[in-house]
Each structure stands twice: as structure tokens, then as C-alpha cells.
């Protein structure tokens, strides 16, 4: 039971560290369709996190031990400056039929789960036209940083066409 006497005790308990908000200083886009009219007006790719239940507010395991262990490791908070960041709730994305759902489903089938049934959570790195480049669901910073290292140098071999979404060269 909360008390008087045990409320700050309490309080303190699930208040979020400075540590634990680190990752909010990746300017996170809320939608794939925010991600994608950005990453194209910018000629940026996107890096977008997608996840059962939206990553940005999810109070779920994944939601927040990505949080911890990806989002607010030094390495891919600065390589993240790279790229459009972007966060959507992967149940919606693999479901309708919206523009950027068809995108991300079309997208999500050469990801990692290389099929096109069951979840489609994990990190991806896209062009603004939707071409994948790379992708992995992992809590290892280590192993996404080296997959968005990737997607960003496939990015870079990309011709302009590639890095645009059809119908703005």
C-alpha cells in the first residue's frame, strides 16, 4: 500500500534515471509515414524500430530493455544522426493496408524473419523508397549497431532514384 511514509521511496522507485532517458535524444519520428515524407525531403535513409506496442511508450520488456540496451548506447545515439529515426507499432504496420503499411509490409518480407507470417518487431534501415538495406531484431547493441554500420553503407551505393520515393525524381 501507498503511504506518506513510503511514498518517496516509491516514487524515486519508478521514476526513470538520467541514464534511462537517454535515448530520448534521438529525435524519434512517431509514424513510418512522418519517417518516410522526412527521410525523403532530407534524402536520408530510415532507421525505424518497430514493435508490438509503440516503441516510444511501450512499459513492456522489449520496449524498455531496447530503450536500455540499444537506443542509449553513445555509438548509435551519434549514428543515428545519420539517418530519419523512427518508431511505429509493428501490430498496425503488418495489418492495414495504409500506404506506409503496404511500404513496410513489402519492406518487412526481405527482413530478417525472411518470410511473410508471425511478428515483424525488430530494427530496420530503409531508403525513403522503401528498398530495405539491413535489418535484425536484437537487445545487442553491438549486433545492431553493426547492421545500421551496414544499411548505412548500402545506403551510400544507392543512386538518387533509390534514396527517393517513387515518383519524386
Known amino acids: 500500500n501507498l503511504t506518506p511514509q513510503n511514498y518517496e521511496m516509491w516514487r524515486d522507485f519508478i521514476q526513470p534515471t538520467e541514464i534511462e532517458l537517454v535515448w530520448t535524444s534521438i529525435p524519434w519520428r512517431s509514424s513510418i509515414q512522418e519517417g518516410l515524407i522526412e527521410a525523403?525531403?532530407?534524402r536520408k535513409p530510415m532507421l525505424l524500430w518497430v514493435m508490438n506496442g509503440h516503441p516510444l511508450g511501450c512499459t513492456w520488456n522489449n520496449g524498455i530493455a531496447g530503450r536500455r540496451s540499444?537506443?542509449?548506447?553513445s555509438r548509435i545515439i551519434n549514428i543515428a544522426k545519420e539517418f530519419i529515426p523512427t518508431s511505429d507499432e509493428v501490430w498496425r504496420l503488418q495489418r492495414v493496408k495504409d500506404k506506409d503499411a503496404i511500404i513496410f509490409q513489402?519492406?518487412?518480407?526481405k527482413g530478417h524473419y525472411r518470410r511473410a507470417s508471425g511478428t515483424r518487431q525488430g530494427i530496420y534501415v530503409c531508403s525513403p523508397s522503401g528498398k530495405l538495406l539491413s535489418s535484425i531484431n536484437s537487445l545487442n547493441s553491438d549486433d545492431v549497431l553493426e547492421t545500421i554500420r551496414s544499411g548505412l553503407k548500402k545506403c551510400n551505393n544507392l543512386s538518387l532514384s533509390e534514396r527517393q520515393l517513387p515518383g519524386n525524381q
Open 40 to 42: 525523403n525531403a532530407q
Open 70 to 73: 540499444v537506443w542509449s548506447d
Open 106 to 109: 513489402e519492406m518487412a518480407n
